[in-house]
């Protein structure tokens, strides 16, 4: 075992959880498009595990820590200083197993005994980061502006930031009012409404569970959403837009709600902004509002010809 | 999903006061008996309405000691950790990760709720990932809705077939390639199951 810390290297690490492998692989395809246009270098962590999501926490916290440790253990081997976790749930996992490992002596000892049995590093050092907070901070608004190539000429789109991304760590963005999305998407031109519920968990697996509180979660969610007039709702989590999404046409017949809007992820939106094509951003898997979703965009977007 | 509504009076004699003071020990317990029982947590859950005890309740049950109406309940159950409690609390009780110790017990000592589907999801996912080293949605899905409600799978057709249609349903069985040393890992925690 080694604590030399290995060459630095550019660019991010990326931890795609298994929701962006499959119901998700839009947001994976987005979020490639995305930092290819903005010419930054994005690569997969090799070998990477399940997060253990909340299940894990569930049944034995010392197994989920250790999932989380194996993960930031090999990212700590690749060179890299971050690594991204795009899914909420990811994000999350990793996070609270570094806090722990800080903040309590007895995991800690735990932890690192067992990694050091399984022959993996330690794992300090690597940066949990959230896409999100990577585009505001490391790439910025003004970069992001200049390189917009498609004005938005549609309505305004209601940005949904969901539970764990933002809470209970609050780097990603504030916990009780996000805004950075909002701040994202206003930057390459697309307005934003002011979404009260931007913060109020859609159920995660509930819709899976207790089917029936789960749609009801996200039904009020949609009707909110419809109230103030958005064209649709931009997400940062897998697991939100797929509750959002696939179950939208059941929450329609089962409350009788005319709803009908596109569940899309804060990465479609920025990569159509500045350029990305509509299957490279994985725009053709959306199910709300699908096969008129090309049309969709191209009648809100206006090609500008300048370079 | 509700229960029959239960006996409200708990009597002292029921309670277990020890293990409260045993609970308070552990990490993200440590400010129980801070909680001020001011019902922000139960104003700001979004699962509060359906849960046989508030979140607040919850905290006054635990500290008070009794140990099987918190264990057996189908509050921390419903508890989808959204930590919006835990944000908005004014006295800094980390009620979401009580809510995980809690299950934790409760799956210990078999005192979660049969046949309520939350807990069967949380022990599927485990096995699978704990062999595997990665979770496949589909089979988790088709797993859990066999063993819980198989009817429910009708119920999946729909969105399933768009999810076929568009792509995003993988059927393949996924996994680590250095699954021993995750297995290694594991074998030396494992204390629970």
Known sequence: ?307 | MLELIRRKMKFQREADPNWAVELGKRPGCERIFACIQCGTCSGTCPLSIYMDFTPRKIIALVREGFRNDALSSQTIWLCASCYSCAVHCPQNVRITEVMYVLKREAIKHHLYPKRFPIPVLAQEFYEMVRRRGRNSEFWLVLRMALKTSPLSLLRLARPGWELIRTGRLSLRRERVRRGFELERELASTREVI
């Open chain 1, 1 to 307: 075992m080694s604590h030399d810390a290995p060459p630095r290297r550019r660019g991010y690490l990326y931890f795609p959880g298994c929701s962006l492998k499959a119901t998700g692989v839009a947001y994976e395809e987005s979020l490639q498009e995305l930092f290819r246009l903005l010419e930054i270098s994005l690569e997969e962590l090799e070998d990477w595990n399940c997060c253990g999501a909340t299940a894990y926490m569930s049944i034995d916290e010392g197994a989920a820590f250790l999932l989380s440790a194996r993960n930031l253990s090999l990212a700590r081997r690749t060179g890299f200083r971050d690594l991204l976790a795009p899914c909420s749930a990811c994000y999350l996992a990793l996070k609270k197993t570094q806090d722990y490992v800080q903040r309590h002596p007895t995991v800690r000892e735990e932890i690192t005994g067992s990694l050091r049995r399984a022959g993996l590093e330690e794992l300090d050092s690597i940066r949990v980061r959230h896409p999100l907070e990577v585009l505001y901070h490391d790439v910025g608004l003004e970069r992001l502006r200049e390189r917009v190539v498609r004005r938005w000429r549609g309505g305004p789109l209601a940005c949904y930031y969901g539970c764990q991304a933002v809470r209970p760590y609050d780097e990603v963005d504030v916990p009780y009012n996000p805004t950075r999305m909002d701040e994202l998407l206003e930057a390459v031109g697309v307005p934003t409404v002011d979404f009260a519920l931007k913060t109020k968990c859609c159920g995660g697996s509930l819709t899976g569970t207790i089917h029936e509180v789960g749609l009801r979660l996200n039904y009020i969610l949609l009707k909110e959403a419809a109230r103030k007039g958005a064209e649709a709702i931009v997400t940062i989590c897998p697991l939100c837009q797929f509750n959002l999404d696939a179950y939208q046409a059941e929450i329609r017949r089962s409350a009788r709600e005319p709803v009908d809007l596109p569940i899309l992820y804060f990465t479609q939106v920025l990569g159509w902004a500045l350029g990305g094509e509509f299957k490279a951003l994985g725009l053709h898997r959306a199910i709300s509002g699908g096969p008129f979703l090309k049309r969709w965009f191209t009648a809100r977007a206006e090609v500008e010809t300048y370079v």
